[in-house]
């Protein structure tokens, strides 16, 4: 009898209405007598226990699991209880968080240019345990999803990765940082190809020896000590790395007299020769003379200054750069310089200076390429595109789902994921003509 219902529990999961299992006029299906693998065992168990829990916390009363005993389903009836644990509808689940609606907003923007969202289904739900709980019971046991696609607070993220290995369903998360696990992919921008491109690009310009400007509120970032990192592996040498606070500009203009050395007693011979010149015209004028008004220009030993911070620092750097004579020099930054008001402001002195960034077509969403929701929005897309693709390509098992996202491949010659990171693209833009230029 039971053996002969097991292949309808599809159908009892997806109405998540019965109450009990009928038995009467059945007959009762013999009893499996192949060898049982024991690894096969376990990891039924392991997943049976966490829907069961799941199927509790989240109010999805299905009642087979309760009228069958654990050893028997994953004993007797393995082949059927794997497929009822794994299977699925070929549907995409979306769980995030109801706050910080602009991020929102533009993520599902991205998605809905990737997907056509028949086959998605969307919960934005409070960050809570059991708001999260019900969510994904529903898109488990009513809409079958085979991936789940989630972003939000660490806490959040966090729970829902406790559920996730125990119900083996591949997620992509939109988020820094996860905790590594076979079924969790990472799509955000790929800090490994964010250094490759921008190693690329110093090269090309034959840079060798290089000044670094580190924002205070970066000084222990993770990212900005990987490319440090980098630039050593690169043999390209640091000469200067000094701090500033972003919101003192005493500290940036100080910033830049220890990269200019603007001090007279570690150039007294220069210094010298500067302030007698300015005494002689000051003599020929009849005055005397400051010598705290002395002008010692910039004295630059390096090919470039690395800026990672906002285009409206690197504004305000540029004024301090031409204000002590600083010429002839690029600049090199991050993502954060997109920004048109950049090239607006200091006109030709930024011409040859080049940043990094993770956008290349803002065509898809028909708007500027400096919009500041863009990253998120592509972050969506890709997303929505990787889901869509792997879908295609599985079986009926999400352990199939899984495979097909790390069998994807974003070109001919490049994976999608790479120890389940997104194989995010990156470019470099050059500044010329107070215009942002792809270099490649």
């Known amino acids: 009898m039971i053996f002969k219902l097991l292949p309808l529990l599809w159908l009892i999961i997806s109405c998540a209405q019965m109450t009990q299992v009928p038995t009467q006029d059945k007959e009762l299906a013999p009893i499996q007598h192949k060898a049982i693998d024991p690894i096969a065992f376990k990891e039924c168990m392991v997943q049976l226990r966490f829907f069961k829990q799941l199927e509790k916390l989240s109010s999805n009363h299905i009642s087979i699991f309760h009228t069958i005993a654990e050893k028997e389903l ?49 919960a934005e739900v409070k960050p809570t345990k059991n708001e999260i709980n019900k969510a994904l019971g529903n898109m488990i046991f009513k809409k079958k999803i085979g991936l789940l696609l989630t972003w939000g607070p660490e806490k959040m993220l966090s729970h ?32 490994a190809n964010y250094a490759f491109e921008m190693i690329t690009e110093l090269r090309k310009r034959n840079i060798k020896r290089i000044a670094i400007l580190t924002p205070l509120k970066y000084q222990n970032a993770q990212f900005i000590q990987d490319m440090k990192k980098v630039f050593q592996a690169a043999k390209i040498e640091v000469i200067f790395d000094v701090t500033y606070d972003s919101n003192n500009y005493d500290t940036m203009d100080f910033a830049c007299r220890e990269i200019f050395v603007i001090d007279r007693y570690k150039r007294q011979v220069e210094y010298n ?43 305000h750097f540029a004024k ?40 290349d077509s803002p065509q898809k969403f028909n708007e500027s390429r400096l919009s500041p929701t863009l990253d998120y929005k592509l972050m969506g897309y890709f997303s929505g ?30 994976a999608a994921f790479r120890r389940n990171e997104f194989n995010w693209p990156t470019y470099a833009f050059e500044i010329q003509e107070n215009r942002f230029i792809p270099t490649n």
């Open 320 to 359: 301090l750069f031409q204000y002590y004579q600083a010429k002839d020099i690029t600049l090199f930054g991050t993502h954060e310089w997109r920004s048109e008001e950049l090239v607006e402001t200091n006109k030709n002195y930024l011409d040859g200076s080049f940043f990094v960034d993770f956008i």
């Open 385 to 414: 595109l990787v889901a869509k693709h792997a879908l295609k390509k599985a079986g009926e098992s999400r352990e199939s789902v899984t495979n097909a996202l790390l069998k994807m491949k974003f070109s001919k010659d490049k």
């Open 160 to 191: 829902i990765e406790k559920w996730q290995a125990g119900l083996g369903l591949p997620t992509i998360y939109i988020n820094k940082k996860i905790n590594k696990n076979p079924l969790a992919f990472k799509m955000y921008p790929n800090k």
């Open 74 to 122: 994953c004993t007797s009836h393995l082949d059927e209880t794997q497929k009822l644990l794994s299977g699925h509808n070929k549907n995409i689940g979306i769980i995030f968080p109801n706050s910080d609606k602009e991020k929102n907003l533009a993520i599902l923007k991205g998605l809905k240019k990737s997907h056509n969202f028949s086959k998605v289904f969307v």
């Open 273 to 315: 020769a500067i302030y007698r010149e300015e005494k002689r015209k000051a003599n020929a004028q009849g005055f005397g003379l400051n010598k705290n008004l002395v002008f010692l220009p910039a004295q630059v030993k390096f090919d470039a200054i690395f800026i990672p911070d906002n285009f409206k620092i690197v504004n």
